[in-house]
């Protein structure tokens, strides 16, 4: 450890967070970060990091011997298929005293790396050694400011092929996501989320074959309806596959359009599955934040239900032909790959609890 750095203030507060994990020298980059820093930061990656604040690289073992037994292992986690309001839904909950919101830390994305290596030749980490790095990440996560706090964890959304693994006992998980329809417009409607799905496509082709248990489809005869649906299909099995593996109880589905149908009614049934005092007054007030009229991942433009509604109307005219190829390929694709079928019978399952959920 270094020796500016307590073992006992490490393990006791977030103050010094968990920037990144190097699996190549096994060391961690600690930063200093505020309150007011996790409750501004979108995205706990590169883009959170400012010049001027303090900042240590120490070894993995020497941090892991920071972290008693008795440690808390408690974070609750926000899983999702991207481009469905987790980081609305993580701001609005991170309002909350009770909790405290982390947003896509980068060292989960280290770890989905090397978990997805688990048990190759190649592998840098031993799989006996995986249970352990998982209980320290569980503990360095699971750290807030005050007692009463829980931390909320809102991860990458490739992230979810190892929510099994991350999410600690007793513990629950929030499942974002969207019908393939709203997805597919949601995807087409701008030229960023159409950029990411250019960049992203290839990985998640791949993590739909392993899950099917080898190659279906090529990527190079797939338009780009038929290539969003195929994220949709990859993000969605991973979820699904995580609801079957995690204990009853301890996932719970929400569809975002139904969030946005009844909102102070769903953040009330999400604080009470989280485990976090919301009377029906709260709920109200937290419904009507300024964050509900705001783009989430940068609050200095606006973004309402009203403006989402506008945009997705208009691809869903614009971009009719490949929305129709994605459904179709859709529909083709679960009538042979189990992995898609179980999607499709998840999500609309999910859609449907998650309406009840709102209006219960």
């Not at 750095?5 to 490490?10: K, P, R, S, Y």
């Not at 090397?114 to 190649?122: A, D, Y």
């Not at 489809?217 to 649906?229: D, H, N, Q, S, V």
């Amino acid at each position: 450890m270094a020796a500016s750095l307590d073992a006992g203030t490490l393990a006791a507060t977030p103050r010094w967070f968990p920037h990144l994990l190097d699996p190549l020298t096994d060391r961690v980059l600690l930063v200093e970060k505020t309150e007011a820093d996790y409750r501004d930061s979108a995205f706990l990656d590169e883009r959170s990091l400012k010049a001027d604040r303090p900042r240590h690289a120490v070894e993995w073992r020497h941090l892991a011997a920071a972290f008693p037994p008795a440690a808390r292992r408690d974070l609750r986690y926000i899983f999702h298929i991207g481009h469905v309001g987790s980081t609305l839904i993580s701001r609005l909950l991170g309002e909350l005293p009770g909790l405290l919101a982390l947003r896509e830390p980068l060292i989960l994305r280290v770890f989905a790396d090397m978990l997805g290596q688990r048990g190759e030749p190649e592998a840098l980490w031993d799989p006996q050694s995986i249970p352990g790095r998982l209980d320290v990440l569980t503990a360095l996560l699971s750290r807030t400011f005050r007692p009463e706090q829980r931390a909320l964890v809102k991860a990458t959304s490739f992230v979810s092929e190892i929510a099994a693994d991350l999410v600690p006992a007793g513990s629950r998980a929030l499942l974002l996501h969207a019908r393939p329809q709203r997805y597919l417009e949601t995807i087409l409607a701008g030229p960023n989320s159409r950029q990411e799905l250019a960049m992203t496509a290839r990985d998640r082709l791949k993590r739909l074959h392993r899950s099917a248990g080898g190659p279906r489809w090529r990527l190079w005869e797939m338009g780009e309806g038929e290539r969003a649906a195929m994220a949709w299909a990859a993000e969605t099995a991973s979820l699904a596959r995580a609801a079957e593996s995690l204990p009853a109880g301890s996932a719970l589905w929400l569809d975002f359009d139904a969030f946005l149908a009844a909102p102070a009614a769903s953040l009330a049934a999400l604080a009470g599955f989280l485990g976090v005092p919301l009377d029906p007054a709260g709920a109200e007030r937290l419904a009507a934040d300024p964050l509900m009229r705001r783009y989430s991942k940068a609050t200095e433009y606006e973004y309402s239900a009203e403006l989402r509604e506008t945009v997705l109307a208009a691809a869903r005219r614009e971009q009719a032909p490949a929305i129709a190829a994605g459904l179709r390929w859709l529909d083709s694709a679960a009538r042979d790959c189990a992995p898609v079928a179980r999607a499709l019978e998840a999500a609309a399952a999910g859609s449907t609890d998650a309406a009840a959920t709102a209006i219960r």
